[in-house]
Nanobody, 120 residues
């Protein structure tokens, strides 16, 4: 079983910055893509950013140029640096990953989520 634990959420003023972290632990043989999703009240969950095992990244248009996803593969950790935050970025942010617990045995895991609130 693979667990994901996020940290770094909180309350920030518009224009401010936050850095989210998500650490994977448990029986891990390999990790493929790591991603951040968010869900605002009354809205569907939205894919924010992904980073592949080789380091290639993708971003939602709404966060391009403001958010940066990175990972420390040695520590099975993914980060989301969020700059120039806007009130519409307010949401619960969750990390997601997939990989193998041992060769040929896949896993998919979600974190519990961390609240990000952008408000003056």
């Amino acid at each position: 079983q693979v667990q994901l634990v996020e940290s770094g959420g909180g309350l920030v003023q518009p224009g401010g910055s936050l850095r989210l972290s998500c650490a994977a632990s448990g029986s891990i043989f390999s990790i493929n893509t790591m991603a951040w999703y968010r869900q605002a009240p009354g809205k569907q969950r939205e894919l924010v950013a992904t980073i592949a095992s080789g380091g290639s990244t993708n971003y939602a248009d709404s966060v391009k140029g403001r958010f940066t996803i990175s990972r420390n593969s040695a520590k099975n950790t993914v980060f989301l640096q969020m700059n120039s935050l806007k009130p519409e970025d307010t949401a619960v942010y969750s990390c997601h990953t997939n990989g193998q617990v041992r060769f040929g045995v896949p896993f998919v895991s979600w974190g519990q989520g961390t609240q990000v609130t952008v408000s003056s």
